[in-house]
T-cell receptor, first 115, second 113 residues
Framework: DAKTTQPPSMDCAEGRAANLPCNHS???????VYWYRQIHSQGPQYIIH???NNETNEMASLIITEDRKSSTLILPHATLRDTAVYYC????????????????FGSGTQLTVLP | EAGVTQFPSHSVIEKGQTVTLRCDPI?????LYWYRRVMGKEIKFLLH????????ESGMPNNRFLAERTGGTYSTLKVQPAELEDSGVYFC???????????FGSGTRLTVV
């Protein structure tokens, strides 16, 4: 079962920041937070991941609370092409083996970017 | 670089027939994964290869499913005999050793009628 909780849907105005929340209150110390998204009819796309520090790449920023029980994915300037289902996933390190490497997808958040 | 390629993109077969799905990972990616989404459900893990070895096949639903990765390059997923509940989208993903993010293919949509 997925170990994360996300709102089922969110809207965001084009050009504004999209802030997608995720609760993962049972995360263990060696588990990472990963974000993927799935644009309609495509395969999931990796966005970003983090352990405890905030992370930023060319796609997004990831803010993880100090207690690591929740996080927020930030798309700084959402475009229409960012409309997708966003998945927050808790997983073991990519150095781990066995089931710790599996991605457990939940229902995700359907983000709709409005013109 | 070329992405993860899956073939065919769509397949419609009758119940009881056999279907083989193929995945070509990104060149140099030793890790290869299969996932699937059956109708109305969430995306679920099927199995994981490192090169030609199966590292984790805990998600394979039953013995009608057989995955291979001969030579550690492309992989095939055979369903024999196919059942109605096997309908869904089958995704393949690959990654380099010790890299965090996977690259997924666009999937194969399998319809069993």
């Amino acid at each position: 079962d997925a170990k994360t909780t996300q709102p089922p849907s969110m809207d965001c105005a084009e050009g504004r920041a999209a802030n997608l929340p995720c609760n993962h209150s049972t995360i263990s110390g060696n588990e990472y937070v990963y974000w993927y998204r799935q644009i309609h009819s495509q395969g999931p796309q990796y966005i970003i991941h983090g352990l405890k520090n905030n992370e930023t790449n060319e796609m997004a920023s990831l803010i993880i609370t100090e207690d690591r029980k929740s996080s927020t994915l930030i798309l700084p300037h959402a475009t229409l092409r960012d409309t997708a289902v966003y998945y927050c996933i808790v997983r073991g390190s990519h150095f781990s083996s066995g089931s710790a490497r599996q991605l457990t997808f939940g229902s995700g958040t359907q983000l709709t970017v409005l013109p | 670089e070329a992405g993860v390629t899956q073939f065919p993109s769509h397949s419609v077969i009758e119940k009881g027939q056999t279907v083989t799905l193929r995945c070509d990972p990104i060149s140099g990616h030793d890790n290869l994964y299969w996932y699937r989404r059956v109708m109305g459900k969430e995306i679920k893990f099927l199995l994981h290869f490192v090169k030609e070895s199966k590292q984790d096949e805990s998600g394979m639903p039953n013995n009608r499913f057989l995955a291979e990765r001969t030579g550690g390059t492309y992989s095939t997923l055979k369903v024999q005999p196919a059942e109605l509940e096997d309908s869904g989208v089958y995704f393949c993903a690959s990654s380099q050793v010790n890299r965090a993010g996977y690259t997924f293919g666009s999937g194969t949509r399998l319809t069993v009628v």
